[in-house]
């Protein structure tokens, strides 16, 4: 069985474009979120989306954005790129928003903005 | 809110010597507990998880952790290391309800020496 996948693996942005980082969950998850881990801040929640819909959102500004598509798969954009947004993107997926089910993690998305 | 505080940024051992990764919470509601690896430039992966019933936990690769809810504590253990264990370890917490993410502490990095 495949596990979650991320693309593209590392991004090179500069400031004040705009990035799109993918994610595939594994098959019959309806769940994906994303977490941002970057340098010394730890693993922060950014976003969650089930069945289409975004359920909870992190303590982030609004140019961090998503959506989920029908097939469960997941896109998350960063506007307006700052350097402070340089980080490994982490995504996850589970087989729904209980709290007892496992979140699946994706190898991440690392993103440098220079 | 909730949060979760990992005493030890960083735990260097030798090998074959047991260790003990401390992990506290906070949550004023019931609480589901994991304790995830990081292995370099890897996504995280699952190495146990305390959802309810017996206090100790067991989970892949040999580790064990136990929940004190007297003492809102989730250590990570293991009895003896492998240089292979060497990564970073992250505690987390989920609460009941629909919530959805996790909240992770900052993490412990581990590394093992020969």
């Known amino acids: 069985e495949a596990g979650v996948t991320q693309s593209p693996t590392h991004l090179i942005k500069t400031r004040g474009q705009q990035a799109t980082l993918r994610c595939s969950p594994i098959?019959?998850?309806?769940?994906v979120y994303w977490y941002q881990q970057a340098l010394g801040l730890g693993l922060q929640f950014l976003l969650w989306?089930?069945?289409?819909?975004?359920?909870n959102r992190g303590n982030f500004p609004p140019r961090f954005s998503g959506r989920q598509f029908p097939n469960y798969s997941s896109e998350l954009n960063v506007n307006a790129l700052e350097l402070e947004d340089s980080a490994l993107y982490l995504c996850?997926?589970?087989?729904?928003?209980?709290?007892?089910?496992?979140?699946?993690f994706g190898p991440g998305t690392r993103l440098t903005v220079l | 809110a909730q949060s979760v505080t990992q005493l030890d940024s960083q735990v260097p051992v030798f090998e074959e010597a047991p260790v003990e990764l401390r992990c506290n919470y906070s949550s004023s509601v019931s609480v589901y507990l994991f304790w995830y690896v990081q292995y370099p430039n890897q996504g995280l992966q699952l190495l146990l998880k305390y959802l309810s019933g017996s206090t100790l936990v067991k989970g892949i690769n040999g580790f064990e952790a136990e929940f004190n809810k007297s003492q809102t504590s989730f250590h990570l253990r293991k009895p003896s290391v492998h240089i292979s264990d060497t990564a970073e370890y992250f505690c987390a917490v989920r609460t009941g309800g629909s919530q959805g993410n996790l909240i992770f502490g900052k993490g412990t990095k581990l590394s093992v020496k020969p």
């Open positions: 989306y089930d069945e289409g819909e975004e359920r």
């Open positions: 996850a997926s589970s087989l729904g928003g209980d709290s007892y089910n496992e979140q699946f």
């Open positions: 098959s019959g998850h309806t769940s």
